[in-house]
């Protein structure tokens, strides 16, 4: 993919910035023609040799719709995450590095909602700061506003999607309740029932008996 100086592009490790230049640059005491981006959060300055771009997954910013549903998906009901710490950061990681918005969303929305009934950790706290960082870096440059802004939009919606989640689960334990004393009235019901027939079979067998003593 051809890239042109002021072009707004993604960058899957370093997060959005803008092409300043395509210049020869110095790396490793060799000189290599690269793309020379300025990353939105954080001051960083990333090169990009040109004979790397396919490799590097360099990609343009997405349209607002596609933005929109990625900042939906912080909203949406969570993934159930692996139970083994290294499992679940390895897992968070390859949705943040792996460039699409939609699965930073998704690490950011699964992180938040585990916090919920589980203490984060110190490398989940890492995971979810990077990839806010970089997922800021696309709001910003795409809503054109500042990465400090766009943090806030990304906040927002994870408040919203964290008090659904709640909800959610609230109305999850209280149909389980419900269903818990339908069950268990209609056991004890069940268990009159069978006390009066008992009953009423033991008052016709005295009946009979009685009849046969006569």
Do not use: Y
Not at 50 to 77: C, F, G, I, N, W
Not at 80 to 99: A, N
Not at 104 to 114: E, F, T
């Amino acid at each position: 993919m051809k890239f042109t100086v002021d072009a707004r592009v993604v960058d899957p490790i370093h997060g959005a910035g803008i092409i300043t230049e395509i210049s020869d640059q110095n790396i490793s005491g060799e000189m290599h023609e690269c793309v020379v981006i300025e990353i939105v959060v954080g001051n960083k300055r990333v090169l990009v040799p040109t004979e790397s771009l396919d490799d590097a997954e360099l990609r343009p910013v997405v349209s607002k719709a596609e933005l929109d549903d990625a900042l939906e998906e912080l909203s949406r009901q969570p993934d159930e995450l692996p139970k083994d710490w290294r499992r679940r950061i390895e897992r968070l990681k390859e949705r943040v590095h792996s460039g699409e918005p939609k699965e930073v969303a998704k690490a950011i929305r699964d992180i938040i909602s585990r916090s919920i009934l589980n203490k984060m950790n110190p490398s989940e706290k890492r995971v979810l700061n990077e990839a806010v960082n970089v997922f800021a870096g696309e709001v910003a440059l795409v809503k054109d506003i500042e990465s400090d802004s766009a943090k806030e939009i990304i906040r927002k919606h994870a408040r919203d999607g964290v008090q659904k989640n709640i909800e959610t689960m609230r109305k999850m334990e209280s149909d389980m309740k419900s269903k818990s004393d339908e069950k268990g009235i209609s056991k004890k019901s069940g268990k009159s029932k069978t006390e009066s027939t008992k009953k009423a079979a033991r008052q016709k067998s005295g009946v009979k008996a009685a009849g046969k003593k006569k």
